[in-house]
């Protein structure tokens, strides 16, 4: 069962984002992170993106 979509207080590289994507869809925090890396090689709101869910996402209690 996937959990809600939060940021872990472990196992991040910079505000959490990708690791809490890659918990909340079942998937290695490695490949999340490779495909974030990637999608910033073509046009388009990546960063912003990333900014947006660094405040919205709350921290998980865990």
């Keep these: 069962m996937a ?11 910079i ?3 990708c ?3 890659a918990r909340r869809f079942g998937l290695s925090p490695f490949v999340v992170r490779l495909l974030f ?3 910033c090689l073509l046009p388009g709101p990546q960063f912003v993106i990333y900014i947006v869910l660094w ?8």
């Design 55 to 62: 405040i919205i996402m709350p921290k998980a209690d865990y």
């Design 3 to 13: 959990s809600t979509l939060t940021r872990p207080r472990n196992g991040t590289v």
């Design 37 to 39: 890396l990637l999608s």
């Design 19 to 21: 690791a809490g994507l």
């Design 15 to 17: 505000a959490g984002v």
